[in-house]
C-alpha cells in the first residue's frame, strides 16, 4: 500500500484527533424514531436514539442485520427525515449541512462512472455541489485527495483497471474533496476480502489521523471498530436502538500492537458478549 506523498501531509498535518471529553459535540442525535408504511402496515426501525459524537472523533455503530444502523446514519445525513427527534450536525440540521458541503458520504459500493478517470470521478460529487468551481481547480483538489488516500499514479486510469480496493479508495477520496467536516462511511469495506480491508482499515485511520475529521463508520466487524474507534455503540433490535456505548482505552496511534493490547481484548469480548444478547433478541422485531 503506497502512503500519501509529502503534498497531500502539508495539505493535511498528521494529528491524533482531540480526547473526547475534551471536544464539543459536533453530532447531536435526540429521542430520533423513524417509521417505514407498508400498504396499511407501519415498521418502527428506530425509537429513541440518542447520540452524541464528539468533533474529530472516530465512532463506530455495530449490531445484527436489520437493527437500523444504515437508516441512522442516513438520518445523520439528512438522506431520511426521522419520525420523531432531532438532528444536529456542526450545530444545524443535516439538510443544511449537506447544502454547505460539511458532510460527506461512503457507501459499500463505490458507484464510478466508467467512463470517467479515477481522478475525475474524485473530482465529480464538488464539481457537482458548487458550480462555481473551474474543472482544473477541482481536479487540482481530486488529485492531492487521490494521493492522501494512497493512489498517486493511479489518477488517470478507469474505474475498470481499478481493483476493488483502490476503486474504495476513489470513493473516499471523492467525499473528503468536498472537504466536509463530518465523514459518514456506511460498510465501506464489507465488499473486499479480508486483506484489503485490514489494509483500508489502517489507511482510513492515517486519514482521519491526518485530516482530525469527524468520523461515523457503520460496521459488521468488531475487531475493526476496536482498531478504529475511540467509542463503539452498539445497536439492539425490536426496534433498533442504541443498547450500550463502549469507549476504547487504547492508545493512539494505534498500530498492529495494538491487537495485542489488553485493552482490546476486552473491548472485543464486552462488543462480542452485546452482539450475541442483541442476536438472540431479534425475534421481538417489529
Do not use: Y
Amino acid at each position: 500500500m503506497s502512503g500519501p506523498t509529502s503534498a497531500a501531509h502539508a495539505a493535511a498535518p498528521a494529528r491524533s484527533g482531540p480526547a473526547p471529553d475534551a471536544a464539543p459535540p459536533h453530532i447531536v442525535a435526540r429521542g430520533i424514531a423513524v417509521e417505514f408504511s407498508h400498504g396499511r402496515r407501519r415498521q418502527r426501525v428506530l425509537q429513541g436514539v440518542d447520540l452524541s459524537v464528539p468533533k474529530g472523533s472516530f465512532v463506530s455503530l455495530i449490531g445484527p442485520s436489520g437493527c437500523g444502523k444504515s437508516t441512522l446514519l442516513k438520518v445523520l445525513a439528512g438522506l431520511i427525515r426521522p419520525t420523531s427527534g432531532s438532528v444536529t450536525v456542526a450545530g444545524t440540521a443535516p439538510q443544511e449541512a449537506v447544502k454547505h458541503r460539511m458532510i460527506g458520504l461512503v457507501f459499500q459500493d463505490a458507484t464510478l462512472l466508467p467512463w470517467k478517470s479515477a481522478a475525475e470521478n474524485a473530482a465529480f460529487l464538488l464539481m457537482t455541489a458548487d458550480k462555481t468551481i473551474r474543472r482544473g481547480a477541482a481536479l487540482e483538489r481530486a488529485h492531492a485527495m487521490l494521493q492522501l488516500v494512497g493512489l498517486e499514479g493511479a489518477e488517470f486510469k478507469r474505474p475498470s483497471q481499478l481493483s476493488g480496493g483502490m476503486r474504495q479508495r476513489v470513493a473516499i477520496a471523492r467525499a473528503l474533496a468536498l472537504d466536509p467536516e463530518v465523514l459518514l462511511m456506511d460498510e465501506p469495506f464489507g465488499a473486499l476480502d479480508a486483506i484489503t480491508r485490514e489494509e483500508m482499515s489502517r489507511s482510513l485511520l492515517d486519514i482521519w489521523q491526518r485530516t482530525g475529521k469527524t468520523v461515523v463508520l457503520v460496521t459488521h466487524s468488531i475487531d475493526e471498530a476496536v482498531f478504529l474507534s475511540r467509542e463503539v455503540h452498539v445497536m439492539g433490535t425490536g426496534p433498533g436502538r442504541i443498547i450500550e456505548t463502549l469507549p476504547i482505552a487504547l492508545p493512539h496511534p494505534r498500530t498492529d500492537e495494538s491487537f495485542s493490547d489488553p485493552a482490546f481484548g476486552r473491548a472485543e469480548a464486552r462488543l462480542r458478549s452485546l452482539l450475541i444478547e442483541s442476536h438472540r433478541g431479534r425475534g421481538s422485531d417489529a
